[in-house]
């Protein structure tokens, strides 16, 4: 739940001001996407947030095909999804669906790294 809260925040501050007073700008290498309500954050440490309407998968991913990647779940190491890009910058996965790629601005892009960056403090993340 505090995931899908953080996802709802970060979009909505993503049209309005530019500075939050979150610190320095660190979501650079992130890239967001949307799909209704729901958020795919695809981190650049390795990591993965996918804020699903059925529940939030944290996990890792891979390039395992040029433009495809696997996703696997860090609680349980399985396979979470698997996604593709098109040529739009857009996500396609038969397993989830399509997303559109959110361009968000510096304060948007900060708020969805504090959940990339989370994912560094769980007990798996070390440990795949």
Request: proline content about 0%.
């Amino acid at each position: 739940m505090r995931n899908v809260l953080l996802a709802s925040l970060f979009l909505a501050t993503a049209s309005l001001a530019t500075g939050c007073g979150c610190g320095a700008f660190s979501g650079g290498g992130d890239t967001v996407y949307q799909q209704g309500s729901q958020s795919l954050i695809v981190c650049d440490n390795g990591g993965v947030v996918a804020n699903l309407t059925s529940g939030t998968i944290e996990g890792t991913y891979q390039e395992i095909a040029a433009n495809n990647f696997l996703a696997t779940r860090g609680d349980n190491g399985q396979r979470a999804f698997e996604w593709q890009l098109d040529g739009s910058g857009n996500l396609d996965s038969q397993d989830i669906g399509v997303w559109t790629q959110v361009h968000l601005n510096q304060t948007g892009l900060d708020h969805a790294n504090v959940q990339c960056q989370d994912l560094e403090t769980r007990a798996w993340w070390n440990a795949q």
